[in-house]
Nanobody, 125 residues
Framework: QVQLVESGGGLVQAGGSLRLSCAVS????????MGWFRQAPGKEREFVAT????????DYADFVKGRFTVSGDNAKNTVYLQMNSLKPEDTAVYYC??????????????????WGQGTQVTVSS
């Protein structure tokens, strides 16, 4: 059974930092990519960042470049999203997800097969 367990969300002031974690278990394949998405109330889920399991491929949404960093620890089967210089508009539920294939479409939610339950990030002004 595939499980993605996210942690690290919370309340932070603007300009602060948070690190999200996503622990993965039970995957039936060894080559994949991990993505982070977010969804604010009344908005569609949007792409934040992605990383291949090898770490050789990363991609970021323009609005987080230079502020967020995605990384992985294969020994722990965990992917991280380090979020710095947070802004109130970063407030959302953040989800991690697994894509079975590393492709050029990793910015799109349908490419992902498994999803975590989400963790709330709230940035106060």
């Amino acid at each position: 059974q595939v499980q993605l367990v996210e942690s690290g969300g919370g309340l932070v002031q603007a300009g602060g930092s948070l690190r999200l974690s996503c622990a993965v278990s039970g995957l039936p394949f060894s080559s994949y990519a991990m993505g982070w998405f977010r969804q604010a109330p009344g908005k569609e889920r949007e792409f934040v960042a992605t990383i291949s399991v090898s770490g050789s491929i990363t991609d970021y949404a323009d609005f987080v470049k230079g502020r967020f960093t995605v990384s992985g620890d294969n020994a722990k089967n965990t992917v991280y999203l380090q979020m710095n210089s947070l802004k109130p508009e970063d407030t959302a539920v953040y989800y991690c997800a697994v894509a079975q294939f590393v492709s050029r479409r990793l910015r799109y939610p349908p490419e992902y097969t498994y999803w975590g339950q989400g963790t709330q990030v709230t940035v106060s002004s």
